[in-house]
């Protein structure tokens, strides 16, 4: 049996969340990253999702006990930004939650992305983990699953209540210089045609998808 050289893969997947997060500052600062998807980090979204998902069928969902605390979280990041891979998040979110069963991962990272990918679908979210700009200009939660229920959701997962949580990504947007989109019904039909073009909405995803 080939040996796994996961400190390798743990260095790697350290160096790789890095520099997403050093180019999303670099955006950040000009307000370049507010406008749409920018194409620079997209390509890095997009190859380290490659590298990744390479990592993800050869050897499984990096876990806890092989890469490490700083690893596991470096590849749920790459997995939860690569938002133009329908297919990789897909089936980067099966193994996550394969790994949540063996305890080798958060179950607050597999509920994160889950709800990542059901609002890409067009989908409510469980967790109330998405937020985004509405028609009246205030960043809110996207639509959300049972309501009624969700701060018990939410709290099963670690995650305190949906308003507290609300008012500090509101707080941070304003601190970023993060603001709405200029026509929101624009940037709502763009979004849509955005989602189909890469693969998330069309006649086939209900069978794509991960519940």
């Not at 624009?186 to 909405?201: N, P």
Request: with cysteine.
């Amino acid at each position: 049996m080939v040996s796994v050289d996961w400190d390798s893969i743990r260095r790697e997947l350290i160096s790789m969340a890095e520099e997403d997060l050093r180019i999303r500052r670099e955006l950040a600062t000009d307000g370049s990253l507010f406008e749409g998807y920018h194409p620079r980090m997209r390509a890095i979204h997009d190859s380290h999702a490659k590298r990744l998902g390479e990592v993800l069928e050869l050897r499984g969902w990096p876990g806890l006990s092989q890469v490490g605390c700083e690893a596991a979280e470096a590849a749920w990041l790459i997995a939860q930004h690569a938002i133009a891979q329908p297919v990789f998040q897909r089936r980067a979110l099966e193994l996550l939650r394969a790994a949540v069963q063996r305890g080798e991962a958060a179950a607050l990272k597999a509920a994160m992305l889950e709800d990542r990918i059901r609002t890409l679908e067009g989908r409510l979210q469980r967790y109330g983990t998405q937020f985004d700009w509405d028609a009246s200009g205030q960043l809110n939660p996207l639509p959300i699953e049972d309501s009624a229920g969700i701060d018990a959701r939410r709290a099963e997962i670690g995650l305190g209540p949906l308003h507290e949580a609300a008012q500090e990504l509101r707080a941070a947007a304003k601190r970023d210089g993060e603001r709405p989109p200029e026509n929101w019904t624009t940037r709502q039909r763009e979004l849509e045609a955005w989602c189909k073009e890469v693969g998330w909405r069309n006649q086939d995803h209900r069978r794509q998808t991960v519940s």
